[in-house]
T-cell receptor
Framework: DAGITQSPRYKITETGRQVTLMCHQTWSHSYMFWYRQDLGHGLRLIYYSAAADITDKGEVPDGYVVSRSKTENFPLTLESATRSQTSVYFC?????????????FGQGTRLTVV | AQSVTQLDSHVSVSEGTPVLLRCNYSSSYSPSLFWYVQHPNKGLQLLLKYTSAATLVKGINGFEAEFKKSETSFHLTKPSAHMSDAAEYFCVVRGAGSYQLTFGKGTKLSVIP
């Protein structure tokens, strides 16, 4: 299917475990992003990638790791999950270029750390 | 640096009455501005975007927004609310030369029958 998909949609994990959230897009967009959404904070950028093998930190990167070996995939790993990482995570992608290029968002992954 | 302030965390309107969701932005350079909508347990969908071609921007589902540089505002309006408009709305800014989208904290719109 065309578009941007995240998996899993829901995940419960225990404190201290490693967990990876997957993001896949079919448009060959250059830019990909990971955001977390928390009540009262809107969406905050965790990491972004401008192209394969190019990643950089956003506003709240601590405790997260990303990689981008292929243009279409941008996994987000929580190395040792903490309860403060309970959140809804959104992946987004955007074609490179113009200032007004919109970003497209996945459906989100609701992660609960117990 | 860029920032967005959504002036109301919650707006409640009656079905058939006008909707006004307020957004003020701060950006060092001419920004791009967007409104996204999020229905419950769904992803974010683009409503409209400011492209500098016109200050009044028309979006989907009857929504409009007006860019006012002098007031640094980008308020979202709709003449007549529908029950299906109940959702959370995010005002988003991207500064010139910036990769990053900066989100407001969101405004939850409730529509009363």
């Amino acid at each position: 299917d065309a578009g941007i998909t995240q998996s899993p949609r829901y995940k419960i994990t225990e404190t201290g475990r490693q967990v990876t959230l997957m993001c896949h897009q079919t448009w060959s967009h250059s830019y990909m992003f990971w955001y977390r959404q928390d009540l009262g904070h809107g969406l905050r950028l965790i990491y972004y990638s401008a192209a394969a093998d190019i990643t950089d930190k956003g506003e709240v990167p601590d405790g997260y790791v990303v990689s981008r070996s292929k243009t279409e995939n941008f996994p987000l790993t929580l190395e040792s999950a903490t309860r403060s990482q309970t959140s809804v995570y959104f992946c987004a992608s955007r074609a490179g270029g113009g200032l007004n290029t919109e970003a497209f968002f996945g459906q989100g992954t609701r992660l609960t750390v117990v | 640096a860029q920032s967005v302030t959504q002036l109301d965390s919650h707006v409640s309107v009656s079905e058939g009455t006008p909707v006004l969701l307020r957004c003020n932005y701060s950006s060092s350079y001419s920004p791009s501005l967007f409104w996204y909508v999020q229905h419950p347990n769904k992803g974010l969908q683009l409503l409209l975007k400011y492209t500098s071609a016109a200050t009044l921007v028309k979006g989907i589902n009857g929504f409009e927004a007006e860019f006012k540089k002098s007031e640094t505002s980008f308020h979202l309006t709709k003449p007549s609310a529908h029950m299906s408009d109940a959702a959370e709305y995010f005002c988003v800014v991207r500064g010139a030369g910036s990769y990053q989208l900066t989100f407001g904290k969101g405004t939850k719109l409730s529509v009363i029958p």
